[in-house]
């Protein structure tokens, strides 16, 4: 049997407004990365920096930089650290940033370039 497609719009599909400006907020900020949707979460890679998952009210952010990074420049929105069996899961130091409104996206784009930034130069 094939696994079905997913898609960005799969994810999406039943959010609600507020996810669907936030998401495309963040998408518009990152033109050339690739936004790849995986089965419970929509992937920013190249390199992978962090992960997106939509749900009815909120977007959970997994970032790929520890809490301590997070921290610096998150004052609007609750994070949290991820159990250690989640942090070995994604194969990085993460943080869960949980964007349930839409009045401080420049915290999480900010918080997204760090954690590109910080992922190219580690990848290199």
Request: charged fraction near 25%; charge should be positive.
């Amino acid at each position: 049997e094939a696994k079905p497609a997913y898609t960005i719009d799969y994810h999406l599909s039943d959010t609600s407004d507020l996810v669907k400006k936030i998401f495309s907020t963040i998408k518009g900020e990152f033109p050339a990365i690739i936004f790849n949707p995986q089965g419970y979460y929509i992937g920013l890679n190249k390199p992978a920096f962090g992960v997106l998952v939509p749900r009815k009210k909120l977007i959970r952010l997994v970032v790929f930089l520890p809490i301590s990074e997070v921290r610096k420049v998150i004052k609007s929105y609750s994070f949290k650290d991820p159990s250690p069996g989640e942090q070995k899961f994604w194969n990085a130091k993460c943080t869960h940033v949980r964007i349930d409104n839409d009045e401080a996206l420049d915290e999480v784009i900010a918080v997204l370039k760090l954690a590109q930034k910080s992922t190219v130069i580690k990848t290199r």
